[in-house]
Protein backbone atom coordinates (compact mmCIF):
# COMPACT_ATOMS: atom_id res chain seq x y z
CA UNK A 1 0.00 0.00 0.00
CA UNK A 2 3.37 2.68 0.46
CA UNK A 3 3.22 5.13 -2.01
CA UNK A 4 6.19 5.46 -3.13
CA UNK A 5 5.68 8.84 -5.08
CA UNK A 6 2.77 11.82 -5.19
CA UNK A 7 2.12 14.22 -7.75
CA UNK A 8 1.04 17.78 -6.79
CA UNK A 9 -1.88 19.33 -8.26
CA UNK A 10 -1.28 23.13 -7.51
CA UNK A 11 -2.75 25.81 -6.98
CA UNK A 12 -0.29 28.10 -9.04
CA UNK A 13 3.36 27.64 -8.63
CA UNK A 14 5.41 26.37 -5.98
CA UNK A 15 5.97 29.89 -4.70
CA UNK A 16 1.86 29.69 -4.02
CA UNK A 17 2.90 27.38 -1.79
CA UNK A 18 1.80 27.99 2.46
CA UNK A 19 5.02 28.06 3.71
CA UNK A 20 4.09 25.13 6.18
CA UNK A 21 3.17 23.05 2.91
CA UNK A 22 6.43 23.55 1.21
CA UNK A 23 8.51 22.60 4.54
CA UNK A 24 6.50 19.43 4.00
CA UNK A 25 7.28 18.75 0.60
CA UNK A 26 11.16 19.75 1.39
CA UNK A 27 11.66 17.19 3.89
CA UNK A 28 9.90 14.44 2.45
CA UNK A 29 11.67 15.34 -1.53
CA UNK A 30 14.24 12.59 -0.13
CA UNK A 31 12.60 9.83 0.67
CA UNK A 32 9.93 10.20 -2.16
CA UNK A 33 9.54 11.38 -5.57
CA UNK A 34 7.98 14.35 -6.13
CA UNK A 35 5.77 15.64 -9.38
CA UNK A 36 4.57 19.01 -9.85
CA UNK A 37 1.41 19.91 -12.21
CA UNK A 38 3.59 22.26 -14.63
CA UNK A 39 4.22 22.87 -18.58
CA UNK A 40 7.27 24.37 -17.67
CA UNK A 41 10.08 24.09 -15.08
CA UNK A 42 9.06 24.04 -11.22
CA UNK A 43 10.67 27.28 -9.51
CA UNK A 44 14.40 27.46 -8.97
CA UNK A 45 13.32 27.46 -5.27
CA UNK A 46 11.83 23.86 -4.88
CA UNK A 47 14.11 20.87 -4.42
CA UNK A 48 15.90 19.69 -7.12
CA UNK A 49 13.87 16.28 -6.31
CA UNK A 50 10.67 17.55 -7.36
CA UNK A 51 10.41 17.55 -11.14
CA UNK A 52 7.53 18.83 -13.56
CA UNK A 53 4.75 16.77 -15.23
CA UNK A 54 3.09 18.70 -17.88
CA UNK A 55 -1.09 17.39 -18.65
CA UNK A 56 -0.02 15.49 -21.42
CA UNK A 57 2.73 13.70 -19.73
CA UNK A 58 -0.13 12.89 -17.10
CA UNK A 59 -2.09 10.93 -19.49
CA UNK A 60 0.47 8.21 -19.21
CA UNK A 61 1.56 8.55 -15.81
CA UNK A 62 1.54 5.25 -14.23
CA UNK A 63 -0.30 5.88 -10.63
CA UNK A 64 0.27 2.01 -9.35
CA UNK A 65 2.27 2.94 -6.78
CA UNK A 66 1.96 6.88 -6.45
CA UNK A 67 -0.51 9.23 -4.40
CA UNK A 68 -2.20 12.54 -5.14
CA UNK A 69 -2.05 15.43 -3.51
CA UNK A 70 -4.52 18.23 -4.61
CA UNK A 71 -4.28 21.64 -4.23
CA UNK A 72 -7.15 23.36 -6.07
CA UNK A 73 -10.55 22.23 -5.45
CA UNK A 74 -10.66 22.11 -9.19
CA UNK A 75 -8.59 19.24 -9.97
CA UNK A 76 -10.78 16.84 -8.49
CA UNK A 77 -12.10 15.37 -11.50
CA UNK A 78 -8.48 14.54 -13.20
CA UNK A 79 -6.96 13.41 -9.86
CA UNK A 80 -10.17 11.19 -9.02
CA UNK A 81 -9.80 9.85 -12.75
CA UNK A 82 -5.95 8.96 -12.41
CA UNK A 83 -7.06 6.51 -9.53
CA UNK A 84 -3.99 7.29 -7.21
CA UNK A 85 -2.98 4.85 -4.48
CA UNK A 86 -4.00 7.69 -1.87
CA UNK A 87 -5.82 11.09 -2.22
CA UNK A 88 -4.92 13.95 -0.18
CA UNK A 89 -6.87 16.83 -0.06
CA UNK A 90 -4.66 20.56 0.93
CA UNK A 91 -7.00 22.92 -0.87
CA UNK A 92 -6.88 26.52 0.68
CA UNK A 93 -9.75 27.89 2.84
CA UNK A 94 -12.82 28.87 1.47
CA UNK A 95 -12.48 32.36 -0.22
CA UNK A 96 -15.48 35.40 -0.26
CA UNK A 97 -17.40 35.36 -3.23
CA UNK A 98 -15.80 32.22 -4.88
CA UNK A 99 -17.52 30.83 -7.89
CA UNK A 100 -20.41 27.93 -6.69
CA UNK A 101 -18.47 25.31 -8.46
CA UNK A 102 -15.50 25.67 -6.53
CA UNK A 103 -16.80 25.56 -3.38
CA UNK A 104 -18.47 22.24 -4.53
CA UNK A 105 -15.73 20.71 -5.84
CA UNK A 106 -13.85 21.57 -2.75
CA UNK A 107 -16.35 19.83 -0.78
CA UNK A 108 -16.47 16.43 -3.36
CA UNK A 109 -12.75 16.89 -3.32
CA UNK A 110 -12.42 16.63 0.94
CA UNK A 111 -15.38 13.52 1.20
CA UNK A 112 -13.58 11.39 -1.00
CA UNK A 113 -9.77 12.27 0.41
CA UNK A 114 -8.05 9.62 2.73
CA UNK A 115 -6.39 12.73 4.25
CA UNK A 116 -6.85 16.42 4.62
CA UNK A 117 -4.51 19.07 5.20
CA UNK A 118 -5.86 22.42 6.09
CA UNK A 119 -3.97 25.61 6.15
CA UNK A 120 -6.31 27.33 8.99
CA UNK A 121 -7.81 26.82 12.11
CA UNK A 122 -10.81 27.88 10.95
CA UNK A 123 -11.43 25.70 7.89
CA UNK A 124 -9.43 22.89 9.93
CA UNK A 125 -12.66 22.86 12.36
CA UNK A 126 -15.25 23.32 9.61
CA UNK A 127 -13.87 19.73 8.25
CA UNK A 128 -13.40 18.25 11.61
CA UNK A 129 -16.99 18.59 11.74
CA UNK A 130 -17.28 16.33 8.40
CA UNK A 131 -14.95 13.94 8.33
CA UNK A 132 -12.65 11.90 10.25
CA UNK A 133 -8.84 12.14 8.62
CA UNK A 134 -8.42 15.60 9.13
CA UNK A 135 -5.32 17.91 10.18
CA UNK A 136 -4.43 21.13 10.61
CA UNK A 137 -0.34 22.38 9.18
CA UNK A 138 -0.36 26.53 9.59
CA UNK A 139 3.09 26.86 11.27
CA UNK A 140 1.85 28.02 14.57
CA UNK A 141 2.73 25.00 17.07
CA UNK A 142 5.91 22.81 15.86
CA UNK A 143 3.97 20.43 17.91
CA UNK A 144 1.22 20.41 15.62
CA UNK A 145 3.08 20.50 12.69
CA UNK A 146 5.14 17.30 13.81
CA UNK A 147 2.12 15.79 13.87
CA UNK A 148 0.49 16.84 10.61
CA UNK A 149 3.44 16.07 8.42
CA UNK A 150 3.45 12.57 10.35
CA UNK A 151 -0.14 11.99 8.74
CA UNK A 152 0.66 12.40 5.32
CA UNK A 153 3.61 10.06 5.86
CA UNK A 154 1.63 7.55 7.72
CA UNK A 155 -0.74 8.04 4.96
CA UNK A 156 1.30 7.66 1.52
CA UNK A 157 3.08 4.46 3.60
CA UNK A 158 -0.30 3.58 3.91
CA UNK A 159 -1.15 3.29 7.36
CA UNK A 160 -4.34 4.94 8.87
CA UNK A 161 -3.51 8.35 10.63
CA UNK A 162 -6.42 8.10 13.08
CA UNK A 163 -4.25 7.93 16.53
CA UNK A 164 -2.52 10.97 15.24
CA UNK A 165 -5.95 12.99 15.18
CA UNK A 166 -6.92 13.51 18.56
CA UNK A 167 -2.91 13.92 19.95
CA UNK A 168 -3.01 16.44 17.58
CA UNK A 169 -6.90 17.96 19.00
CA UNK A 170 -5.64 17.51 22.41
CA UNK A 171 -2.17 19.50 21.18
CA UNK A 172 -4.77 22.71 20.02
CA UNK A 173 -7.09 22.73 23.82
CA UNK A 174 -3.87 22.66 25.71
CA UNK A 175 -2.84 25.59 23.50
CA UNK A 176 -6.02 27.43 24.20
CA UNK A 177 -6.19 26.24 27.99
CA UNK A 178 -2.48 27.61 28.15
CA UNK A 179 -3.74 30.58 26.71
CA UNK A 180 -6.91 31.36 28.75
CA UNK A 181 -4.85 30.28 32.10
CA UNK A 182 -1.94 32.99 31.14
CA UNK A 183 -4.83 35.64 30.72
CA UNK A 184 -2.82 36.65 27.32
CA UNK A 185 -6.31 36.91 25.66
CA UNK A 186 -7.73 40.04 26.32
CA UNK A 187 -11.05 40.74 26.80
CA UNK A 188 -13.08 41.13 23.91
CA UNK A 189 -13.06 39.64 20.45
CA UNK A 190 -10.00 37.36 21.24
CA UNK A 191 -11.06 36.16 24.42
CA UNK A 192 -14.88 35.28 23.44
CA UNK A 193 -12.96 33.21 19.95
CA UNK A 194 -10.69 31.50 22.17
CA UNK A 195 -13.25 30.42 24.93
CA UNK A 196 -15.17 28.90 22.38
CA UNK A 197 -12.42 27.06 19.95
CA UNK A 198 -11.32 25.85 23.44
CA UNK A 199 -14.81 24.64 23.96
CA UNK A 200 -14.86 22.99 20.71
CA UNK A 201 -11.48 21.35 21.12
CA UNK A 202 -12.16 19.30 24.10
CA UNK A 203 -15.61 18.32 22.72
CA UNK A 204 -13.86 16.90 19.85
CA UNK A 205 -11.53 14.97 22.02
CA UNK A 206 -14.39 14.36 24.59
CA UNK A 207 -13.41 16.19 27.38
CA UNK A 208 -17.11 17.10 27.83
CA UNK A 209 -17.25 18.63 31.37
CA UNK A 210 -14.28 20.92 30.66
CA UNK A 211 -16.23 21.54 27.18
CA UNK A 212 -19.18 22.65 28.84
CA UNK A 213 -17.61 25.18 31.67
CA UNK A 214 -15.53 26.71 28.90
CA UNK A 215 -18.84 27.19 26.49
CA UNK A 216 -20.63 28.21 29.41
CA UNK A 217 -17.97 31.40 29.73
CA UNK A 218 -17.83 32.25 26.36
CA UNK A 219 -21.64 32.65 26.07
CA UNK A 220 -21.54 34.52 29.42
CA UNK A 221 -18.79 37.27 27.70
CA UNK A 222 -20.97 36.82 24.64
CA UNK A 223 -24.02 38.26 26.55
CA UNK A 224 -21.75 40.97 28.21
CA UNK A 225 -20.76 42.09 24.48
CA UNK A 226 -25.09 42.36 23.28
CA UNK A 227 -23.70 39.71 20.98
CA UNK A 228 -26.41 38.91 18.70
CA UNK A 229 -25.87 35.58 17.93
CA UNK A 230 -25.18 34.88 21.85
CA UNK A 231 -27.87 32.17 22.13
CA UNK A 232 -27.78 30.50 17.87
CA UNK A 233 -23.92 30.69 18.36
CA UNK A 234 -22.95 30.28 21.65
CA UNK A 235 -25.30 28.33 23.63
CA UNK A 236 -26.56 26.02 21.40
CA UNK A 237 -23.80 24.25 20.86
CA UNK A 238 -24.22 23.29 24.69
CA UNK A 239 -27.27 20.95 23.32
CA UNK A 240 -23.84 18.97 20.83
CA UNK A 241 -21.79 18.49 24.31
CA UNK A 242 -24.62 17.47 26.16
CA UNK A 243 -25.23 14.65 23.42
CA UNK A 244 -22.11 13.25 23.21
CA UNK A 245 -22.41 12.77 27.44
CA UNK A 246 -25.78 10.73 26.07
CA UNK A 247 -28.21 13.40 27.50
CA UNK A 248 -30.54 13.56 24.38
CA UNK A 249 -33.72 14.69 26.32
CA UNK A 250 -31.52 17.54 28.11
CA UNK A 251 -30.24 18.23 25.14
CA UNK A 252 -33.38 19.38 23.36
CA UNK A 253 -34.30 20.70 25.71
CA UNK A 254 -31.46 22.87 25.72
CA UNK A 255 -31.78 23.60 22.16
CA UNK A 256 -35.64 24.53 22.57
CA UNK A 257 -34.01 27.59 24.37
CA UNK A 258 -32.27 28.76 21.61
CA UNK A 259 -35.06 28.57 18.83
CA UNK A 260 -36.27 31.55 18.19
CA UNK A 261 -38.01 31.30 14.26
CA UNK A 262 -40.76 29.68 12.97
CA UNK A 263 -38.63 27.32 11.48
CA UNK A 264 -36.42 26.32 14.89
CA UNK A 265 -40.06 25.46 16.95
CA UNK A 266 -41.06 23.33 14.16
CA UNK A 267 -37.81 21.27 14.59
CA UNK A 268 -38.25 21.46 18.23
CA UNK A 269 -41.83 20.05 17.89
CA UNK A 270 -40.21 17.00 15.44
CA UNK A 271 -37.45 16.00 18.26
CA UNK A 272 -40.13 15.98 20.72
CA UNK A 273 -42.45 14.10 18.81
CA UNK A 274 -39.38 11.56 18.06
CA UNK A 275 -38.63 11.39 21.72
CA UNK A 276 -41.98 10.66 22.85
CA UNK A 277 -42.21 8.11 20.10
CA UNK A 278 -38.73 6.48 21.31
CA UNK A 279 -36.34 7.75 18.21
CA UNK A 280 -34.07 8.98 20.56
CA UNK A 281 -31.18 8.33 18.29
CA UNK A 282 -33.20 9.90 14.89
CA UNK A 283 -33.47 13.42 17.81
CA UNK A 284 -30.08 13.01 18.32
CA UNK A 285 -28.80 12.44 14.91
CA UNK A 286 -30.62 15.66 13.48
CA UNK A 287 -30.11 17.45 16.92
CA UNK A 288 -25.98 16.89 15.53
CA UNK A 289 -27.09 18.22 12.08
CA UNK A 290 -28.39 21.66 13.80
CA UNK A 291 -25.19 21.82 15.25
CA UNK A 292 -22.98 21.28 11.96
CA UNK A 293 -21.30 17.92 13.73
CA UNK A 294 -22.23 16.35 10.31
CA UNK A 295 -19.83 13.32 11.04
CA UNK A 296 -21.68 12.54 14.60
CA UNK A 297 -24.81 12.69 12.72
CA UNK A 298 -24.28 10.43 9.80
CA UNK A 299 -22.40 7.99 12.29
CA UNK A 300 -25.74 7.22 14.10
CA UNK A 301 -27.63 7.43 10.74
CA UNK A 302 -25.34 4.67 9.47
CA UNK A 303 -26.01 2.31 12.18
CA UNK A 304 -29.87 3.27 11.49
CA UNK A 305 -32.59 1.86 9.88
CA UNK A 306 -33.43 4.45 7.25
CA UNK A 307 -36.88 5.07 7.53
CA UNK A 308 -38.07 8.32 6.00
CA UNK A 309 -37.49 11.03 8.49
CA UNK A 310 -33.94 8.98 9.01
CA UNK A 311 -33.38 8.67 5.46
CA UNK A 312 -33.80 12.25 4.14
CA UNK A 313 -31.55 13.51 7.36
CA UNK A 314 -29.18 11.09 5.79
CA UNK A 315 -29.59 11.81 2.05
CA UNK A 316 -29.31 15.80 3.20
CA UNK A 317 -25.87 15.67 5.62
CA UNK A 318 -24.03 13.65 2.90
CA UNK A 319 -24.78 15.73 0.07
CA UNK A 320 -24.08 18.17 2.40
CA UNK A 321 -20.94 16.89 3.22
CA UNK A 322 -20.33 15.94 -0.58
CA UNK A 323 -20.34 12.23 0.33
CA UNK A 324 -22.45 11.32 -3.17
CA UNK A 325 -21.31 7.78 -3.26
CA UNK A 326 -22.56 6.83 -0.03
CA UNK A 327 -26.07 7.72 -1.00
CA UNK A 328 -25.65 5.65 -3.78
CA UNK A 329 -24.03 2.64 -2.13
CA UNK A 330 -26.80 2.83 0.90
CA UNK A 331 -30.04 3.70 -1.74
CA UNK A 332 -31.45 1.60 -4.18
CA UNK A 333 -33.62 3.03 -7.10
CA UNK A 334 -36.51 1.02 -5.56
CA UNK A 335 -36.65 2.51 -2.26
CA UNK A 336 -37.48 6.15 -4.31
CA UNK A 337 -41.01 7.06 -4.17
CA UNK A 338 -41.28 10.43 -5.65
CA UNK A 339 -40.33 12.79 -8.93
CA UNK A 340 -38.17 14.15 -6.65
CA UNK A 341 -36.15 11.31 -5.28
CA UNK A 342 -35.80 9.79 -8.67
CA UNK A 343 -34.50 13.30 -9.90
CA UNK A 344 -31.90 13.78 -7.38
CA UNK A 345 -30.63 10.28 -7.24
CA UNK A 346 -30.06 10.46 -10.55
CA UNK A 347 -28.23 13.88 -10.11
CA UNK A 348 -26.11 12.26 -7.62
CA UNK A 349 -25.31 9.41 -10.12
CA UNK A 350 -24.08 11.59 -12.77
CA UNK A 351 -21.94 13.73 -10.59
CA UNK A 352 -20.10 10.41 -9.14
CA UNK A 353 -19.43 9.71 -12.21
CA UNK A 354 -18.52 12.85 -13.30
CA UNK A 355 -16.05 12.68 -10.50
CA UNK A 356 -14.70 9.21 -11.53
CA UNK A 357 -13.81 10.76 -14.77
CA UNK A 358 -17.00 8.08 -16.40
CA UNK A 359 -17.73 11.17 -18.56
CA UNK A 360 -20.52 9.03 -20.78
CA UNK A 361 -22.43 7.32 -17.88
CA UNK A 362 -22.40 11.17 -16.42
CA UNK A 363 -23.94 12.75 -19.64
CA UNK A 364 -26.47 9.88 -19.89
CA UNK A 365 -27.50 10.26 -16.18
CA UNK A 366 -27.84 14.15 -16.58
CA UNK A 367 -30.02 13.66 -19.94
CA UNK A 368 -32.26 11.04 -17.88
CA UNK A 369 -32.90 13.43 -14.78
CA UNK A 370 -33.29 16.30 -17.39
CA UNK A 371 -36.30 14.21 -19.30
CA UNK A 372 -38.38 15.28 -16.31
CA UNK A 373 -36.82 19.23 -15.54
CA UNK A 374 -34.47 20.54 -18.19
CA UNK A 375 -32.93 21.91 -14.97
CA UNK A 376 -30.38 18.78 -14.89
CA UNK A 377 -28.99 20.12 -18.28
CA UNK A 378 -27.06 22.62 -16.21
CA UNK A 379 -25.40 19.87 -14.70
CA UNK A 380 -24.01 18.98 -18.14
CA UNK A 381 -22.65 22.89 -18.78
CA UNK A 382 -21.29 22.39 -14.90
CA UNK A 383 -18.86 19.61 -16.95
CA UNK A 384 -17.83 21.70 -19.66
CA UNK A 385 -17.22 24.66 -16.99
CA UNK A 386 -14.85 22.68 -14.79
CA UNK A 387 -13.13 21.05 -18.01
CA UNK A 388 -12.57 25.28 -18.68
CA UNK A 389 -11.34 25.68 -15.14
CA UNK A 390 -8.85 23.52 -14.92
CA UNK A 391 -7.04 24.45 -18.32
CA UNK A 392 -7.28 27.79 -16.84
CA UNK A 393 -5.82 27.08 -13.67
CA UNK A 394 -3.25 24.87 -15.69
CA UNK A 395 -2.18 28.15 -17.37
CA UNK A 396 -2.35 30.34 -14.14
CA UNK A 397 0.20 27.62 -13.08
CA UNK A 398 2.61 28.47 -16.22
CA UNK A 399 2.34 31.94 -15.70
CA UNK A 400 3.27 31.71 -11.92
CA UNK A 401 6.31 29.26 -13.53
CA UNK A 402 7.38 31.64 -15.75
CA UNK A 403 5.94 29.80 -18.73
CA UNK A 404 4.42 30.80 -21.78
Known amino acids: MTASSFVIFPDGGWNNLPAPFQKLFEKLSGQHHIYFISNGPVSTLAPAAVKALSLKQLEHFDWKEAAAVVMHPYWIQAAMAAGPKQLIAMPDSPRQGEP ?5 CRKWLCAHADLIIADAELYYLDQ ?28 LSG ?21 LLAGTEKQGANRLQSLFFHA ?12 KESLLASFELAVLEEKGDALSMYYRFLSAIELKQGLTRQAVQTYSFTAVTEEERRTVDFLDDWLHAGK ?16 QALE ?19 IQTGRLKKVLDRISPEQLRTEDERQQYLLLRGT ?4 EGKRYEAIHAFLEAAESRVEALGNIAELAALDAAVQELAKETDRSTGFN
Open 280 to 295: DELAGALLYRLNDDFK
Open 352 to 355: SSML
Open 100 to 104: ALWTK
Open 200 to 211: VFRYLIYDLERA
Open 159 to 179: FSPKPLIRLQQRCMAERYSKL
Open 128 to 155: AFCAEHVFLLDGRDEVCDLLARQAFSWT
Open 300 to 318: MLEHMELESMALRLFVESS
